[in-house]
């Protein structure tokens, strides 16, 4: 029998106090995602655990599993949100995560990561993944390799 999993992925950009309209942003991407008919959300960029539980609460009702992947000093900004029970977590620390004397990438200090759920649709153990990486520009940024 096959199955059909619709996944949405976004990066949030919510930075609190940085990013420009944090609150309506979230407000927006709840509306959305308890219109849309996604399965499964992967969110970025989700700092801060006042926004997931902002989201958590906005959508109980159509996606009422989720989870928050807390790593680093403010946390990894992964979430996920699922119409469909979350039966395991996991979190993997990235060893490459920027630099603390550059504290205005805020790479290092958020602790990248990536996050892995286990859903039972159908019989079917599946196991999503949801990541946010640093990025990597030799120009702007310092070699990393």
Same mark, same amino acid.
């Given at each position: 029998m096959p199955v059909r999993l619709h996944i949405f992925s976004l990066n949030c950009?919510?930075?609190r106090y940085l990013s420009k309209h944090c609150a309506q942003r979230y407000a927006m991407i709840g509306d959305l995602l308890? &219109?849309?008919? !996604?399965?499964?959300? #992967?969110?970025?960029?989700?700092?801060?655990?006042?926004d997931f539980h902002f989201l958590k609460k906005k959508l109980g009702v159509t996606h009422p599993y989720s989870h928050? $992947? &807390?790593s680093g000093f403010f946390g990894s900004g992964l979430a996920v949100f699922s119409? !469909?029970?979350? !039966?395991?977590? $996991? #979190?993997y620390k990235y060893t490459l995560n920027g630099y603390?004397?550059?504290?205005h990438h805020g790479d290092w200090f958020g602790g990248k990561a990536v996050g892995k759920v286990l859903l039972n649709i159908s019989g079917l153990a599946i196991h999503v993944f949801v990541t946010h990486v640093s990025p990597f520009n030799p120009c702007v940024s310092p070699r990393f390799f």
């Open positions: 950009w919510g930075i308890s &219109k849309e008919q !996604h399965d499964v959300a #992967l969110l970025q960029e989700v700092w801060s655990e006042k928050y $992947f &807390k119409k !469909h029970r979350i !039966h395991d977590a $996991f #979190l603390p004397y550059m504290a």
